[in-house]
């Protein structure tokens, strides 16, 4: 029986130093899946997020989450990731700003709760932890999962350097004919 065809019972457990290789695992794999970028060029990456785990852990500013499959089997993980935030005047003291910074299920276990279960113990960490907001930034396929759990979209905009942007014709303007 596969885990689609019914909802499996996941253990939702606190990562720990010894699980750590399971984050940068499904952070590369989610680097691949949504980024494009191929394997062979992901392996510097993975020392150096591997080393902000570690920091960002042993800092107490990273909390992550393993979906475990009843064979035992590591099939997903989700961190959140407490950064820094600006002063505002409606939180003056905390400035600390939970962010879910990676949420990622293996394909065969896609749609089967694992997802759901990550997502409710990020939640409900910060929750408990006295944060009054969590955010995030999702690729369009998890957005019903999100939304789910009560995530809304909010005003965020954002400018890419690293990508070359379209450049925008002006209405009713047509291309301009290349030279030959």
Do not use: K, N
């Amino acid at each position: 029986m596969t885990a689609r065809s019914r909802r499996a019972r996941y253990a939702i457990r606190p990562v720990r130093p010894a699980a750590f290789r399971w984050l940068v695992r499904h952070r590369l794999a989610l680097s691949h899946e949504l980024g494009g970028v191929p394997w062979e060029e992901l392996g510097g990456f993975r020392g150096r997020y591997a080393r902000w785990v570690r920091d960002q852990y042993a800092r107490r500013r990273l909390v992550g989450f393993l979906a475990v499959a009843p064979s035992g089997e590591v099939v997903g993980s989700g961190t959140l990731w407490l950064r820094d935030d600006r002063p505002r005047l409606v939180r003056p003291r905390r400035q600390l700003e939970p962010r879910v910074t990676c949420l990622f299920v293996e394909r065969p276990h896609r749609g089967s709760g694992a997802g759901a279960g990550l997502v409710a113990a990020l939640v409900r960490w910060a929750r408990d932890h006295g944060y009054p907001i969590v955010s995030l930034q999702s690729s369009r396929r998890a957005v019903p999962l999100y939304r789910r759990h009560g995530f809304r979209p909010a005003r965020e905009m954002q400018l890419r350097f690293d990508r070359r942007r379209p450049r925008r014709r002006r209405p009713g303007r047509s291309r301009p004919a290349r030279a030959r």
